[in-house]
């Protein structure tokens, strides 16, 4: 996936990116990935920024199963329990954290969504991701 393309006449982007250009030949779908760990446990419950990371860490762990990166993801849809402004703060610092432990710019083409739940009721964020790999 190449990096976000600046694309005139839309406003700035501000941590994600309007354009994205798919470039590989093999599509990578992944179910919604949520704050858990390996053993299904919810990480950080009624914590936003903690699931946040985790959530991209189980990104990473399922993207480096079907051989993909962070480098590959050509579209994510966050899903967030209850979205309201204030709740920009906590997602990217979860965001942060994450990209600072696994060392990756998690951000590329990205759309938000506010949704009433998810799975279970301690579950507060969800990641929809799509890779292309050469």
């Known amino acids: 996936?190449?990096?976000?393309?600046?694309?005139?006449?839309?406003?700035?982007?501000?941590?994600?990116?309007?354009?994205?250009?798919?470039?590989?030949?093999?599509?990578?779908?992944?179910?919604?990935?949520?704050?858990?760990?390996?053993?299904?446990?919810?990480?950080?419950v009624g914590d936003l920024a903690a699931q946040t990371e985790q959530a991209l860490v189980n990104v990473s762990i399922a993207l480096d199963a079907a051989g993909a990166s962070f480098d590959d993801v050509a579209k994510t849809t966050i899903y967030v329990?209850?979205?309201t402004?204030?709740?920009?703060?906590?997602?990217?610092?979860?965001?942060?954290?994450?990209?600072a432990r696994l060392e990756i710019d998690p951000?590329?083409?990205?759309?938000?969504?506010?949704?009433?739940?998810?799975?279970t009721p301690e579950i507060l964020v969800e990641f929809d991701v799509t890779a292309v790999v050469a």
């Open 81 to 83: 329990v209850g979205w």
């Open 1 to 44: 996936m190449a990096a976000g393309v600046h694309t005139a006449g839309l406003v700035e982007p501000q941590g994600y990116a309007h354009v994205g250009i798919a470039t590989g030949t093999r599509t990578v779908y992944l179910a919604g990935q949520v704050g858990q760990d390996a053993d299904g446990a919810v990480v950080g």
């Open 85 to 99: 402004r204030e709740m920009m703060g906590p997602l990217f610092e979860g965001l942060g954290r994450a990209a």
């Open 107 to 119: 951000v590329g083409p990205t759309t938000l969504v506010g949704v009433q739940a998810l799975a």
